[in-house]
């Protein structure tokens, strides 16, 4: 074999490293999605079309969520929405959202006002809606996302899970429903 220069050698050297880090990360591949429970593939959960939220903040809750990749802000029923200044100039809000679905109770929550967004609605004209920040639990997964707050209460789902939430954590199966309840718990 002739005699390899020193600049052929540093090239075959950077060529082996690329190659091991490369089977290297084609065997943490294998390893993490052989990693597969009936709730999890790899580090992601299986969510169905709709979920059942059963913890907001510190208070227990059981209520239904719609789980919709589609919409880029997870939202949350409330009801009686304040913004209030404090003399230190931060920013709360003041709103009750349901303990339920069927709304008996209601749970009044304080929290800091992150931001306000403009959201899209069904009717077209986009609405302006306070965003709080707050921990919730599903199944196995307890997580802290932002929710942007409106009036749900005609609809059957008083959570919608979005991207903000959903990215990272989550793979979807539309064509069921309730999927950490069953198998994860």
């Not at 490369?22 to 943490?28: D, E, G």
């Not at 809750?61 to 200044?85: H, R």
């Not at 707050?149 to 789902?157: D, G, H, I, Y």
């Amino acid at each position: 074999m002739p005699y390899l220069s020193e600049w052929n050698r540093q090239q075959r050297s950077v060529l082996i490293q690329g190659l091991f880090l490369a089977f290297l990360s084609l065997t943490a591949g294998v390893t993490r999605a052989e990693t597969t429970s009936a709730c999890q593939h790899g580090d992601r959960y299986i969510l169905g079309n709709r979920e059942m939220i059963s913890q907001v903040g510190h208070h227990a809750v059981n209520l239904t969520t719609l789980i919709d990749s589609g919409s880029t802000l997870s939202s949350m029923d409330a009801q009686n929405i304040e913004v209030k200044a404090h003399t230190n100039g931060s920013r709360w809000v003041y709103f009750d959202i349901p303990r339920d679905d069927h709304q008996a109770q209601m749970l009044r929550l304080v929290k800091p006002l992150k931001r306000y967004a403009w959201i899209q609605t069904h009717s077209g004209k986009p609405r302006k809606r306070p965003v709080i920040e707050t921990a919730i639990s599903l199944g196995p997964i307890t997580t802290t996302t932002a929710f942007s707050l409106t009036e749900r209460s005609a609809f059957n789902e008083k959570i919608l899970l979005g991207k903000n939430t959903l990215d990272g954590i989550a793979l979807i199966d539309p064509s069921n429903d309730f999927l950490l309840n069953h198998d994860c718990l």
